[in-house]
């Protein structure tokens, strides 16, 4: 088989894809930008719901990019993609690869919590996101404040720059609930004097174990849930951080002093997300993701033909369901090249 | 002694009090329809608090809490919104931090016409 696949992004969706196209026996090139594959899950520490260490899962990515068909490009960033008679032209710097469809799979970034200014981040140096704690985890665990103590009361924040017109991203991001609820597992097992306030407006537990994951943080470790958005948060001379919430369930504002305050930042269309669109002239939907030509019975498709899209790119997704999404795309670009071809 | 130990009965709890259930085919809708008339935005609250928390008023007094009185709204308990509704100064915080962009301020403005008129048996 002489078809050659090119994917852009070597995340999850992008290395998984490459992996099953490449079993298959497709010619496969997969650009990174960065200077490794794994994409997101290179800052993670341990995953939902099992705490496994992400290590496992970016091992397993590796291991099923090899062969004499796959051609990784790292560092890369993509100028321009072209259609020649049927299929298309890419360019990347100097260099051009020809290719007879291309898949995006650019992902995510995390919303740049400075925007929500009242919550002080950039500002304070005791409040953090949730990225910045999963890094402090993975280089060992240990949780100090920039001062050096050791934080007795950490406060989490759901839906930062999620559910939030505000700052124009109405949508749910989906993983920061049970991200925080792990976040605030890990920290009181590091840190098992500390008290820990999950502060949220709605817990949306939606995997099969999730609801465990919530349950076990309130049986095993002791995590506290606030129903309520924190509104805002301000420094106190000693630097920790006083946040203002309304306890709704008590019907009382309620304030409380927190030595380290974690934003549940959320997901937003990847830069490389917006300009491959634009690129290629694929359809956005109102929030600024790719969008697919069918909502449900094909999301992998787009406007473009021979343009597929798989991963974060489309929708905030869990690791797990990204999987599932790059093996459907898979089988959607092994249809088209083996019967749907241009010209053929 | 045995007599003192028996309850008084205005303490006891049990006498005839009016009904607290929120009588939700007897209330007075009409201040939530005449809301949802004059400022739509209102129906958007998801009852996050963030507007109470940020609330001079809510921190400062008693019973005064903006979400509530949308949730009495909704639920046609006017008396009760009545009661709190004049502790609004008009800051505008409430409208700030909502994550839902609800026109807090213009609501409250809406909900203050409303009571007058129904005060005034004018139609809404």
């Given at each position: 088989?002489?078809?050659?696949?090119?994917?852009v992004?070597?995340?999850?969706?992008?290395?998984e894809?490459?992996?099953?196209?490449?079993?298959?026996?497709?010619n496969?090139?997969?650009?990174?930008?960065?200077?490794?594959?794994?994409?997101?899950?290179?800052?993670?520490?341990?995953?939902?719901?099992?705490?496994?260490?992400?290590?496992?899962?970016?091992?397993?990515?590796?291991?099923?990019?090899?062969?004499?068909?796959?051609?990784?490009?790292?560092?890369?960033?993509?100028?321009?993609?072209?259609?020649t008679?049927?299929?298309?032209s890419?360019?990347?710097?100097?260099?051009?690869?020809?290719?007879?469809?291309?898949?995006?799979a650019?992902?995510?970034?995390?919303?740049?919590?400075?925007?929500?200014?009242?919550?002080?981040?950039g500002?304070?140096e005791?409040?953090?996101?949730?990225?910045?704690l999963?890094?402090?985890?993975?280089?060992?665990?240990?949780?100090?404040?920039?001062?050096?103590?050791?934080?007795?009361?950490?406060?989490?924040?759901?839906c930062?720059?999620?559910?939030?017109?505000k700052?124009?991203?109405?949508?749910?991001?989906?993983?920061?609930?049970v991200?925080?609820?792990?976040?605030?597992?890990?920290?009181?097992?590091v840190?098992?004097?500390?008290?820990?306030?999950?502060?949220?407006?709605?817990?949306r537990?939606?995997?099969?174990?999730?609801?465990?994951?919530y349950?076990?943080?309130?049986?095993?470790?002791?995590?506290?849930f606030?129903?309520g958005r924190?509104?805002?948060?301000?420094?106190?001379?000693?630097?920790?951080?006083?946040?203002?919430?309304?306890?709704?369930?008590?019907?009382?504002?309620?304030?409380?002093?927190?030595?380290?305050?974690?934003?549940?930042?959320?997901?937003?269309?990847?830069?490389?997300?917006?300009?491959?669109?634009?690129?290629?002239?694929?359809?956005?939907?109102?929030?600024?993701?790719l969008?697919?030509?069918?909502?449900?019975?094909?999301?992998?498709?787009?406007?473009q033909?021979?343009?597929?899209?798989?991963?974060?790119?489309?929708?905030?997704?869990t690791?797990?369901?990204?999987?599932a999404?790059?093996?459907?795309?898979?089988?959607?670009i092994?249809?088209?090249?083996?019967?749907?071809?241009?010209?053929? | 002694?045995?007599?003192?130990?028996?309850?008084?009965?205005?303490?006891?709890?049990?006498?005839?009090?009016?009904?607290?259930?929120i009588?939700?085919?007897?209330?007075?809708?009409?201040?939530?329809?005449?809301?949802?008339?004059?400022?739509?935005?209102?129906?958007?609250?998801?009852?996050?608090?963030?507007?109470?928390?940020?609330?001079?008023?809510?921190?400062?007094?008693?019973?005064?809490?903006?979400?509530r009185l949308n949730?009495?709204?909704?639920?046609g308990?006017?008396d009760?919104?009545?009661?709190?509704?004049?502790?609004?100064?008009?800051?505008?915080?409430?409208?700030?931090?909502?994550?839902?962009?609800?026109?807090t301020?213009?609501?409250?403005?809406?909900?203050?016409?409303g009571?007058?008129?129904i005060?005034?048996?004018?139609?809404?």
């Amino acid at each position: 088989m002489n078809k050659y696949v090119f994917i852009v992004g070597g995340g999850v969706a992008g290395a998984e894809a490459a992996s099953q196209l490449l079993k298959l026996g497709f010619n496969v090139t997969l650009a990174e930008k960065e200077s490794q594959v794994g994409g997101k899950l290179n800052q993670w520490d341990r995953l939902f719901p099992s705490k496994r260490k992400s290590t496992e899962v970016a091992r397993f990515l590796a291991e099923g990019l090899s062969g004499n068909n796959f051609r990784l490009l790292l560092n890369t960033d993509i100028l321009n993609i072209e259609r020649t008679n049927g299929g298309f032209s890419i360019s990347s710097g100097t260099a051009k690869f020809q290719a007879d469809a291309v898949l995006i799979a650019t992902g995510y970034d995390v919303f740049d919590a400075r925007i929500k200014e009242e919550y002080g981040y950039g500002i304070y140096e005791n409040v953090i996101t949730s990225v910045e704690l999963e890094a402090r985890f993975k280089e060992g665990g240990k949780i100090f404040t920039p001062k050096g103590q050791e934080p007795k009361r950490i406060g989490f924040v759901h839906c930062v720059g999620s559910r939030d017109e505000k700052v124009g991203n109405h949508y749910c991001s989906q993983v920061c609930c049970v991200t925080a609820v792990k976040q605030a597992m890990e920290v009181k097992e590091v840190l098992p004097r500390s008290e820990v306030f999950c502060f949220y407006m709605d817990l949306r537990m939606f995997g099969l174990q999730f609801e465990d994951l919530y349950r076990e943080a309130q049986e095993k470790w002791g995590v506290n849930f606030i129903r309520g958005r924190v509104s805002e948060a301000a420094e106190n001379i000693d630097g920790s951080i006083l946040i203002k919430v309304e306890d709704t369930l008590a019907g009382r504002p309620l304030k409380m002093k927190v030595d380290l305050l974690v934003l549940m930042v959320g997901f937003v269309p990847s830069a490389g997300t917006q300009n491959i669109g634009k690129i290629l002239n694929l359809e956005f939907t109102p929030e600024k993701f790719l969008k697919p030509s069918d909502e449900h019975i094909d999301t992998y498709s787009t406007n473009q033909k021979g343009v597929f899209i798989a991963g974060t790119c489309k929708a905030p997704k869990t690791i797990t369901d990204t999987f599932a999404d790059a093996r459907a795309a898979v089988l959607k670009i092994k249809q088209y090249l083996e019967e749907d071809v241009p010209g053929k | 002694m045995f007599q003192e130990s028996k309850p008084k009965i205005p303490e006891w709890g049990y006498g005839i009090n009016k009904d607290r259930q929120i009588d939700f085919d007897r209330n007075d809708r009409r201040l939530a329809e005449y809301i949802r008339k004059y400022e739509p935005s209102y129906k958007l609250c998801i009852s996050c608090g963030a507007c109470t928390a940020t609330c001079t008023t809510a921190n400062l007094t008693d019973f005064y809490n903006i979400r509530r009185l949308n949730v009495f709204l909704m639920r046609g308990e006017i008396d009760e919104i009545n009661k709190h509704i004049d502790k609004c100064m008009f800051c505008g915080k409430c409208e700030l931090v909502c994550p839902r962009g609800v026109n807090t301020r213009k609501v409250i403005l809406i909900m203050k016409e409303g009571i007058k008129k129904i005060k005034q048996n004018e139609q809404l």
